[in-house]
């Protein structure tokens, strides 16, 4: 498979929505380790299984060879740090977030939607992964959390998108808007006045949101996948709202406006607050490597986020 296809099925396989884990044993040393995960799967209920798979590059893999069990954290909504230090070139992963040892010592974290502390069942070669079968021990879950999303290659809070969606008023016409981005540039458009700005049409009334968006995206002459929700906003009056979702175009030539990268942007042309709002965050988090914070209310019901 070329790159270019591996590349395209990456893209692919993220389209199914997940949860996120972070996966723990104990090395040789009996030291905690543990990685980010959103390969889990629930297998069987008698006898009780579950599957992680991970990736035979990981630094991890000889440890949990080894390993004579493991346990399986499911990250809650407000966990999206957590996910980022165990998927990074950390040096204590442990050091940066609470946790505690599960009756058969493996670690567990705190705050966790829900845990599974199993024995190794078995280990199976697949390509390019291991997949690792643990027989369920024990397990736990807190009912009142909500756990964090992931797709297309972004982490998602789906109570923060319900909290915004319920922000926006059927009574006045809602926008979309959207950051599409190629690389390190995001696209923008330039008026007649040459201030630039965010695409964006009318939501036409009954329609749902991917619909507007391949209407947006073919106006714009652009292929692109949608990603996730990035911003709801409105003026005080809650005349103009919006709603600005994060697309990442790799191919086609735009009809209108281009791809400028951050460096290039001269924040004193664009149209207007919200614009310079979205786009300060944008860059903000894709430096920090973190997407995510789907939900931004700074005009429309401050205090609620
Ligand atoms: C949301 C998310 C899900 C991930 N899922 C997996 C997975 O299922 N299996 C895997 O091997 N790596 C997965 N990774 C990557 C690992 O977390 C990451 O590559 C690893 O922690 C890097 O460090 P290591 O080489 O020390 O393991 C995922 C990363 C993220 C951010």
Sequence with gaps: ????????????????????????????DKAPIGFTANSFTSVSLDPPL????????????????????????????????????????????????????????????????????????????AGDHLLLIGRIKAFDQDLERDGLGYVRGAFYHPSLIERASASLRSDKPVSVSAVIDRGDKVYLEEEADGSLRLPRLPLNPGEGHPQAYRRLLGSLGLTAS??????????????????????????????????????????????????????????????????????????LNPGQA
């Design 50 to 125: 579950l599957l992680i798979s991970l990736a035979k590059s990981s630094s991890n893999l000889a440890n949990f060879q080894a390993a004579e069990g493991f346990a399986v954290n499911i990250l809650n909504e407000q966990q999206r740090d957590v996910a980022n230090v165990f998927a990074s070139r950390v040096e204590d992963r442990f050091a940066k977030v609470a946790w505690y040892r599960s009756p058969e010592g493996r670690p567990l974290l705190k705050d966790v939607c829900a845990w599974f502390d199993c024995s190794m069942h078995q280990q199976v070669e």
């Design 1 to 28: 498979m070329t790159d270019l296809d591996k590349r395209a099925l990456r893209n692919a396989f993220g389209s199914f929505m997940t949860g996120v884990t972070v996966v723990t044993t104990l090395d040789a």
């Design 226 to 299: 949608i990603g996730f929700l990035f911003s709801v906003y409105a003026d005080s009056e809650g005349q103009r709202q919006t709603v600005a979702y994060r697309c990442v175009s790799e191919d086609g030539t735009p009809l209108d406006g281009r791809f400028y990268a951050q460096d290039e942007i001269d924040f004193e042309r664009l149209a207007d607050a919200d614009t310079h709002f979205v786009l300060q965050r944008y860059f903000g988090e894709k430096s920090r490597g973190n997407y995510g914070v789907y939900f931004s209310n700074h005009v």
